[in-house]
């Protein structure tokens, strides 16, 4: 059993405590701090602006005073209303699949849907980088967990390969991220396929830091490439483009009733507010129109510009900018200087990168305005030359 006072001193000195502070997020990129100062948030998902989109708070509004805060039981009880399965059926339309299952958080979502697809005879593959609420449902599952080297082809057909000559008929799960939360960069997800196909696996995909900013229709990553009918399970949050909060996942309707059957997260679980539901479908109208289109546009111009004010060769593959420090101390100071220059780019450490690797996370979001990228822009030069 933990000793508090010791574990919260070992984690000041390794400078690795961390402390919940209030901050009000505004509108238009901004934050204000507790001492009032506000600052240009740069530490934000909401990559599309839409937490403070008049229709999501309209539709919130709206389902709250019509259907009450509360959904009053689990989804299997008396908690699925319409706007639950509205926006399931619109999750689906969008992904371009049988049915969608939403849950009450992201990581919920990993929870029971990895739980739900694997067991104790099979295998869940991915990515080594891959978010931790992935890692903690192929644990609970009880399957086999195996990692192959982050984005490297060659070693997920070698683990593929000695798993297949281990077990020729064994269950593989395999699992990657479209679009990596803490490095901003894509899995190669055509190469992934192949390969699923090739060794008879299942392919789970989250789209959490794809979806509502990539693919035509915002759909994700998936969608770009062309591969979304060979994906057996898109995963994904509604708390990041979407501006809410919550988890789905998009598959077949076989599977959909698997994890209604199966998914202790989602039946042991008080269902999200329907308000909250209303909202996210009012998010997806978003996404899939012409307006989401030209917010996905928005994004775009403003990596490019930030790409190009820090010297960096060709287009971003995402609108996350890592900016590795190295050492703990280093990315809180570095933290610092840059709220002083009125940023709020919070350091990121272990665990959630590796040990190393703290840095900052820089997010452009359609909320941002060209001339606040441009003032960063020259922050972060100032910041990295100074090193």
């Known amino acids: 059993m933990k000793n508090p006072g010791q574990f919260l001193s070992e984690l000041k000195s390794a400078g690795l405590l961390r402390v919940l502070r209030n901050v009000d997020c505004l509108p238009g990129g901004m934050a204000r701090m507790e001492d009032g100062r506000e600052v240009v948030n740069l530490a934000s998902n909401d990559y599309l602006g839409l937490a403070h989109h008049p229709a999501l708070a309209e539709a919130f509004s709206r389902a709250a005073r019509d259907g009450g805060a509360g959904a009053m039981a689990s989804r299997l009880v008396t908690g699925t209303r319409r706007a639950h399965s509205g926006l399931e059926e619109a999750l689906a339309d969008l992904k371009g699949t049988e049915a969608a299952v939403s849950f009450s958080s992201g990581y919920a979502t990993s929870l029971g849907v990895i739980t739900s697809i694997a067991d104790r005879e099979d295998t869940v593959l991915m990515d080594k980088l891959s978010h931790a609420s992935l890692i903690d449902g192929a644990r609970l599952s009880g399957a086999r967990l195996s990692t192959f080297l982050h984005n490297d ?56 830091h794809g979806f509502g900013v990539l693919g035509e229709h915002g759909a994700g990553l998936a969608e770009e490439l062309g591969v979304s009918s060979r994906i057996d399970f898109q995963m994904g949050t509604l708390s990041k483009a979407a501006g809410v909060s919550g988890g789905y996942v998009a598959c077949s309707r076989a599977w959909a009733d698997v994890m209604i059957n199966s998914a202790r997260s989602l039946i042991y679980s008080t269902a999200p507010p329907p308000a909250l539901a209303a909202a996210a479908l ?67 450490r272990y665990p959630t990168v590796p040990r190393g690797t703290a840095r900052l996370r820089v997010t452009v979001t359609a909320a941002h305005r060209t001339v606040q990228i441009g003032r960063l822009g020259k922050a972060l030069e100032e910041l990295l030359h100074g090193l």
Do not use: C, Y
């Open 153 to 208: 082809m060659e070693s997920l057909r070698k683990k593929l390969e000695h798993l297949r000559s281990a077990n020729p008929s064994g269950g593989i799960l395999l699992v990657t991220e479209s679009v990596f939360s803490m490095d901003g960069d894509r899995a190669p997800l055509q190469e992934i396929v192949r390969l699923k196909d090739e060794f008879g696996a299942l392919l789970l995909v989250d789209e959490a």
């Open 282 to 348: 009012a998010a997806v109208e978003v996404i899939r129109s012409a307006e989401g289109q030209e917010l996905r546009r928005h994004v775009s111009v403003l990596a490019d510009a930030l790409s190009s004010a820090l010297g960096m060769p060709g287009r971003p593959v995402s609108s996350i900018f890592p900016v590795v420090m190295g050492e703990n101390d280093a990315a809180l100071a570095a933290a610092g200087t840059l709220l002083e220059r009125g940023f709020l780019a919070p350091a990121i």
